[in-house]
């Protein structure tokens, strides 16, 4: 019996000496989802298809038909501050669902600051170091009082979308044509045809 104590007391021993030595967790430089599951918000997609990846595409925000009946092209270029309104391409997406959205994205080959702040990163570093550029100069959208929870900088870091979630993804131009007043109306509208956010 004596034998079986002191047993048990090695074993506490041991356990107390494991959990004394145990490394702080490192807080995560980026949204660490490491999904390819689309998400509202705060997506860093590092695997698509059982594949590692990096992502080439940053979703600064979208819009949606009934939160952003009001938004004005003005409040929209705001956002962007001084980035090339070129450079932001404006995507139509369309869920399974019937839901719409208007994605308004960076991507690698059409931002040419990219390269430069990205280097030889990959994977979820490249997740943090454009997250890092972006919040440095004011890009995104200015937090919602009455959505609390959603983020400034809750960026969307993306390789590729999956395609089985959407009936169509149709790219309609970039920021520069969605600030002209025909191109907006009919967006803002094509929103509105969609069916109603749960």
Not at 168 to 192: H, K
Request: hydrophobic share 40%; charged share 25%.
């Amino acid at each position: 019996m004596a034998l079986f104590a002191l047993g048990l007391l090695a074993m506490d021993a041991a356990v107390v000496v494991a959990l004394g030595t145990e490394q702080p967790r490192e807080e995560a430089a980026a949204p660490a989802s490491g999904s390819d599951v689309d998400l509202d918000w705060a997506l860093c997609q590092t695997q698509f298809e059982g594949h590692a990846v990096t992502p080439v595409t940053v979703a600064v925000t979208y819009l949606d038909g009934d939160k952003d009946a009001a938004v004005t092209p003005e409040q929209i270029r705001g956002w962007f501050g001084d980035i090339d309104g070129a450079a932001v391409h404006v995507s139509q997406l369309e869920y399974r669902n019937g839901r719409r959205r208007v994605a308004l994205e960076l991507n690698r080959d059409n931002w040419s600051e990219w390269t430069p702040i990205v280097g030889r990163a990959a994977g979820r570093d490249v997740c943090g170091r454009l997250r890092a550029a972006l919040i440095e100069r004011g890009i995104g959208r200015p937090n919602d009082a009455a959505d609390p929870d959603r983020s400034r900088y809750d960026y969307e870091f993306i390789y590729e979308r999956r395609s089985k979630l959407y009936r169509s993804v149709s790219w309609t131009g970039t920021l520069e044509d969605l600030a002209q007043a025909e191109q907006f109306d009919s967006t803002m509208q094509w929103l509105r045809d969609g069916a109603p956010v749960p």
